[in-house]
């Protein structure tokens, strides 16, 4: 008996033994079948290389964008902006049961959504924007219940929301903008009660917005811009107590603002402009206390300016914009220290602007236009060194300008027409050297036009019509290389008329008193350009034709403005000229003698008047004065040593201190050295910007050859950083300064100059600081004009760290590099040291947040300059793509930080790296990549 029970034992443990292993024997080859499928998919997709995919003995878990589990199983596929195209329907998602995250952002995908993506039931991240997509959502998505982040935008997806979206509990990024929706948003959306984010702006939807929105208590974020919403703003909106930005604008929304919003006080950006809300600015905004950004333009608001505005002191962007707003501008005004914006244009507002607003001194765009003010300027502008766009126009306003005005020296935009400005132009608007657009029309200006405004060489338009202005017209104004409009029309200028440049498109001189020839050759000059000068003659029809005499007088007169400018003009061109021939004949002579050491000492005192008054070619004289201000060149004036030579301090008799870069002896007789000396003086010669070094001069004799600069006290950005003190010293509101002189030196070299000037070797030893720590580009010896009619294939030159990655495969110079290396100086500013191995560990880098990055020497940045840090990071980010074209150029870099619109960001400390760098259409903008 008990032997047949253990018998029977042993037969039943054999029995369990034998399933368990068939069991497990089925699960492996289950496993085994599986990952093959995932690999033959990924094989069939055609969305990688036959590098990888032909013969390839490592898995398929090694390929670029994927990673597996520990089991060997695909949970993530970043192909961010890698190339598909059409391949989007050759993907078998079906074969892929442990996806979560499939990023496809701007990889060119064409068609529609391919309803089999439904099949990813562990996705909790989906990424399709930045593409081509047409067609309508599939309702399959509806299947990814675990889905957390849905980002669809910018596409071309069009029919309605689907309604089940709402079935997606677990959602809380939620992006659809910039596509074609139409339809009426749906109500179901409120049951995604953990979303945090929606963005729906730029379609086409229609309807009311649903009162079950006020359900997402959760949500932070929410913009509905840009579509075709009507009806009045849900009280029930006051409910969501998290967000801190609201963009209801560009839509039809009718009604009051209403007062429940007084209970958003996280709120930061409120943006309600464009639509046609009406009544007065609800008295509860002043319980907003952390707004930053308060935009109500064009709508039909009544009423005076509350007082309660001005207690808002967070506020940085302030527009009330084409509404029926009256009553003054009070003094309180002087409250807001963080004001950088204050548009107030096409109201009703009277009486004076209050002295009150120089106590505001972060303002960098102020618009009173189209108002009822009167009064004089008289607020102080010594303290609006920031100061942009000013636009006064169309006011009563009366009085001169006031000659404070030479502080603004980043001012770009001046309009002051249709006042009632008397006086004369001041010398001191000469001193605003940014200046491009100058509009004083429709004034009571008297006196002459300034012959220095031909100086100030970023002027695009300028339009002093209908004053009493007399005198002539500065022959200056012709050597202004970006000026496109021109009008003088009715004053009283007299004289002849200069020749321009073929760069103006618009000139009117009409009703002036001015005289003799007018200029042929201009295709875009009509008779109604000079109607009303009756003593003027050419070949234009309704005026005489010239004799002889008069032309002769207008030739000599366009060569010589004054009677005497024929004189100087000549000077300027015999005089260099003719020292440059008895300089080349003393040279020889000196240095045939050289070998006498028994030469008597010549007086120390400068023979050459003023050095810098002449560019100095082998100049004996400017070479004496340099040699003896650096005791020939002694090592203990030697400031810095380059890639080719070495840079000195140098004290010239005249007091002037300047930097002296030679070349060794050794390095002047290699013709590659000697090479790229000459390209720089080549280059610095072509090019003039205020952010760019200035050349003072130069000797290029074969056995001592040097370049004469201004001296920058605080040596290269890269020295400042490495210092603890210094970079202390360089606060982010210097640091952003910084950044953004080396974007506005680059647009000018990529885009300003006649042949686009590459520089090649922007790092931060080749950036130099001045006393106030103000930025500029400098070391040319690398740069190229570059040929639209050449391929530009060059040797690979630049530093290592900061050359684009395109030029080890291509070698071919584009401004691309520039903006390359641009984005590497920036990072490195933000940081306080070079981001090599940040930009190494990018791919993994997803939880590291923006404010770990930064330079942990100096305190966080306050609120106003986080806009800053967060537009120069995010710009920064776009300029590193691998891909050129893809990588804005330095003009867009160059406007957006001229815009007067900032970004809206969370907090620092709530932005990740991974968000830069896969978001930059959020926060920066369509890239303007061509």
């Excluded at 980002?151 to 509990?169: A, R, V, W, Y």
């Amino acid at each position: 008996m008990a032997t047949s029970v253990s018998i029977s034992i042993l037969v039943l443990a054999l029995w369990v033994l034998c399933t368990f292993t068939h069991s497990t024997t089925m699960v492996v080859a289950a496993k085994s079948s599986a990952l093959e499928l995932e690999a033959k998919a990924l094989l069939e997709s055609g969305w990688w290389s036959s590098k990888y995919t032909n013969g390839s003995s490592s898995s398929h878990c090694a390929w670029p964008g994927i990673y597996c589990n520990d089991g060997g199983s695909v949970i993530e596929i970043y192909m961010y902006e890698v190339y598909l195209g059409d391949k989007f329907r050759k993907f078998n998602f079906s074969s892929f049961p442990n996806l979560e995250d499939l990023n496809l952002y701007n990889t060119g995908l064409q068609g529609s959504i391919p309803p089999e993506i439904g099949t990813l039931s562990k996705l909790t991240y989906l990424s399709l924007s930045m593409n081509n997509l047409t067609g309508n959502l599939p309702l399959s998505l509806t299947n990814l219940t675990q889905l957390e982040y849905l980002l669809i935008d910018n596409n071309l997806i069009s029919g309605s929301i689907p309604n089940i979206l709402g079935n997606l509990k677990n959602l809380q990024i939620l992006d659809l903008s910039a596509n074609a929706f139409s339809g009426s948003i749906p109500h179901q959306l409120g049951n995604l009660k953990n979303l945090r984010y929606l963005d729906i702006s730029r379609n086409k939807l229609t309807g009311e917005l649903p009162p079950s929105l006020a359900n997402l208590t959760q949500l932070d974020t929410f913009d509905i811009s840009s579509n075709l919403i009507r009806g009045s703003i849900p009280k029930e909106l006051g409910n969501l107590k998290n967000l801190y930005l609201l963009n209801l604008s560009n839509n039809t929304l009718t009604g009051p603002i209403p007062s429940t919003l007084s209970l958003l006080t996280g709120l930061l950006y409120l943006n309600l402009s464009s639509n046609e809300i009406s009544g007065s600015i609800a008295s509860e905004i002043r319980f907003l206390k952390n707004l930053e950004h308060l935009d109500l333009q064009q709508n039909k608001l009544t009423g005076p300016l509350p007082s309660f505005l001005w207690h808002l002191t967070n506020l940085n962007y302030l527009s009330l914009n084409s509404n029926q707003i009256n009553g003054s501008i009070p003094a309180e005004i002087g409250n807001m220290k963080n004001l950088g914006t204050l548009s107030l244009a096409w109201n009703q507002i009277s009486g004076s602007i209050p002295v009150e607003i120089a106590n505001c001194p972060s303002l960098y765009n102020l618009t009173l236009s189209h108002n009822y003010l009167t009064g004089t300027i008289s607020f102080d502008m010594r303290y609006f060194y920031l100061l942009q766009y000013l636009d006064l126009s169309y006011n009563n306003l009366c009085g001169s300008i006031p000659r404070t005005i030479n502080h603004l020296t980043n001012l770009e935009t001046l309009s002051l027409d249709r006042n009632q400005i008397s006086g004369s132009i001041p010398m001191e608007i000469t001193d605003c050297t940014s200046l491009k657009h100058l509009s004083l029309s429709h004034n009571f200006l008297t006196g002459n036009i300034p012959s220095l405004v031909g100086h100030l060489h970023s002027l695009n338009a300028i339009d002093l019509s209908h004053n009493n202005i007399s005198g002539d017209i500065p022959f200056e104004l012709r050597y202004l290389p970006s000026l496109e409009l021109l009008d003088f029309s009715y004053n009283n200028l007299t004289g002849y008329i200069p020749i321009f440049s073929n760069h103006i498109k618009e000139i009117n001189l009409s009703y002036n008193s001015l005289q003799g020839q007018i200029p042929d050759g201009y295709f875009n000059w009509t008779p109604y350009t000079f109607i009303g000068n009756k003593d003027l003659c050419g070949d234009i029809p309704g005026f005489p034709p010239c004799s002889p005499t008069a032309s002769n007088s207008f030739s000599k007169k366009n060569s010589s403005p004054n009677n005497n400018k024929s004189i100087v003009h000549q000077i300027k061109i015999v005089v260099p000229l003719s020292f440059f021939l008895v300089f080349l004949l003393l040279g020889c002579i000196f240095l045939s003698r050289r070998g006498d050491k028994k030469t008597k000492s010549e007086s120390s005192e400068p023979k050459n008047g003023d050095l810098f008054s002449i560019w100095n070619y082998d100049g004996k004289i400017a070479y004496e004065d340099i040699v003896e201000a650096t005791k020939d060149f002694d090592i203990s004036y030697c400031i810095g040593t380059g890639g080719y030579g070495s840079v000195y301090k140098a004290q010239l008799p005249s007091g002037k201190t300047v930097a002296v870069k030679k070349l060794h002896r050794l390095e002047a007789e290699n013709p590659t050295f000697d090479k790229s000396f000459k390209n720089e003086v080549k280059m610095l010669v072509a090019i003039r910007h205020r952010n760019i070094v200035k050349l003072l001069g130069y000797c290029l004799h074969n056995r001592c050859m040097f370049l004469i600069y201004e001296y920058m006290e605080r040596g290269s950005l890269f020295s400042v950083l490495s210092n603890d003190v210094e970079a202390m010293e360089f606060d982010w509101m210097k640091r952003m300064n910084v950044i953004k002189s080396i974007a506005h030196a680059l647009c000018y070299m990529h885009h300003e100059c006649v042949s686009a000037i590459v520089h090649r070797d922007i790092t931060s030893n080749n950036i130099l600081l001045n006393s106030k720590l103000e930025g500029f580009v400098s070391d040319f010896g690398m740069a190229k004009f570059l040929d639209p009619d050449s391929s530009n294939q060059t040797l690979v030159a630049g530093t290592y760290g900061y050359l684009a990655p395109e030029l080890a495969y291509t070698m071919v110079v584009t401004e691309k590099c520039d903006v390359y290396s641009f984005g590497v100086v920036t990072l490195e500013i933000l940081m306080g040291r070079h981001p090599g191995e940040l930009m190494t560990s990018l791919s993994t880098s997803q939880s590291v947040m923006l404010n770990e990055i930064l330079d942990q020497r100096l305190p966080p940045p306050n609120r106003l300059v986080a806009k800053d840090v967060f537009l120069v990071a995010a710009i920064s980010f776009a300029c590193l793509h691998t891909k050129p074209k893809s990588r804005p150029t330095m003009k867009w870099v160059s406007q957006e930080f001229l815009s007067h619109k900032k970004p809206v960001t969370n907090p620092l400390h709530s932005v990740s790296l991974w968000q830069l760098r896969n978001q930059e259409n959020y926060t920066i903008g369509e890239s303007e990549t061509q």
